[in-house]
């Protein structure tokens, strides 16, 4: 199983960037996924995540500006970030509990998100 994130980059304060992380490999179902950043010298900390019926949680420093969404025919989560801000800049992780036999708990790469001021 993999969990491969795309959509990351530089961008200016106040754009907008679309991080996706699509999941493959020999997957029954993905139950909770999520969005996770890390910025230098910081612990990883929860950004937003979402279950498998849709219930969203998101942190209250992206409340409002960043929205998690996903396909479970693709097997995929999304994170729309809108209004970002420098502070935003982090290694962004998604992460998945994907049933195979049993549930287990994986993470993808990290994809770079650098915002501008």
């Known amino acids: 199983v993999q969990l491969v994130e795309s959509g990351g980059g530089l961008v200016q304060a106040g754009g907008s960037l679309r991080l996706s992380c699509a999941a493959s490999?020999?997957?029954?179902?993905?139950?909770?996924m999520g969005w996770y950043r890390q910025g230098p010298g910081n612990q990883r900390d929860l950004v937003a995540t979402?279950?498998?019926?849709?219930?969203?949680n998101y942190a209250d420093s992206v409340k409002g500006r960043f929205t998690i969404s996903r396909d479970n025919a693709k097997n995929t989560v999304y994170l729309q970030m809108n209004s970002l801000k420098p502070e935003d800049t982090a290694v962004y992780y998604c992460?998945?509990?994907?049933?195979?036999?049993?549930?287990?708990?994986?993470w993808g790469q990290g994809t770079q998100v650098t915002v501008s001021s």
């Open positions: 992460d998945a509990y994907i049933v195979l036999g049993s549930t287990r708990h994986y």
């Open positions: 979402i279950t498998r019926s849709g219930t969203t």
């Open positions: 490999g020999n997957i029954v179902s993905i139950n909770g």
